[in-house]
């Protein structure tokens, strides 16, 4: 009797890869410190009291301690006005100690997250959301990448090395994940799809790429049955979906590919939790080494941007 051989795929450990970058920031804050007397400071900025955003925000605020950087907390009322919170930001871009600036999101609706990012001074974007950061990306030169984007390059070129010449799809076209991840395959010379929401035959879009980056933020949508077989899946998806098997009311986090079907497939792929989730707070600590090292003048350490 012949059976069908089950592939497995290469799970692609984000957490490790994150907690191995933050051990490299630490040492470039320390040299920061003791041969040019700076220490990178982040301030973050909380709007509200959304549970998950409470969690990111401590985790950053953590983080930023252990790799030896200030951290700077700013925690404000759901209804603050966008005066008080420019007025706010205003201070922060003027202060000499703070190199890099996020509003984490979501904000409450009478806030845009557009100005937002506007206010905040695109040398301090650490999360390279400004049209500036943006634009420079685009146009290929010298950016401040936003956190995500980062981890999933720093994610790929780990596993396959050079990504010159391979199909890229991206499914999703946000400014925060979708359109800078489209960008920065571009720049490492994929030939790259920007698939989304109404891009019709999907399933034979995905089909025809190496590299497929899903960021649509609909819960296991991509399909084993979907990728081309040794594909390399980077899963940004972060789904809460209900568990009643864990109890009643209790839920569980999944990404935007079905993990199970896909690792019968694909090549590599990037687990949630545990894949591109940790790199992008890695990401931010990395973005706010180099902002600070830009705004002294010294050269920017290897391995902290793309
Ligand atoms: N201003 C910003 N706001 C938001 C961003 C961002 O990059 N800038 N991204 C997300 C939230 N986020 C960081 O801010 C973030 C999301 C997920 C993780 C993470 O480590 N996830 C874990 C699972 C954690 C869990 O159980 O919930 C994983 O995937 O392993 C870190 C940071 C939206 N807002």
Redesign the pocket.
Known sequence: MTTTPHRTAHKIDGKAYAAALRETIATHVAWLKEVHGVTPGLAVLLVGEDP?SQ??VR?KGVQTVEVGMNSYEHKLPADVSAADLYALIDRLNADPAVHGI????PVPEHLSETEIVARIDPAKDV?GLSVVNAGLLASGQKAMV???PLGCLMLLRDHLGSLSGKSAVVIGRSN?VGKPVAQLLLRDSCTVTIAHSRTANLEEVVRGADIVVAAVGRPQMVKGSWLKPGATVIDVG?NRIPAPERGAGKNR?VGDVDYDSAAQVAGAISP???????M??ACLLANTVTACCRSNGLAEPEGLSV
């Open positions: 998950a969690v990111y985790n996020l509003c984490q999101f999360d936003s956190c995500t925060l972060i986090l949630v939790p545990g894949g591109v989730g940790p992008t707070i």
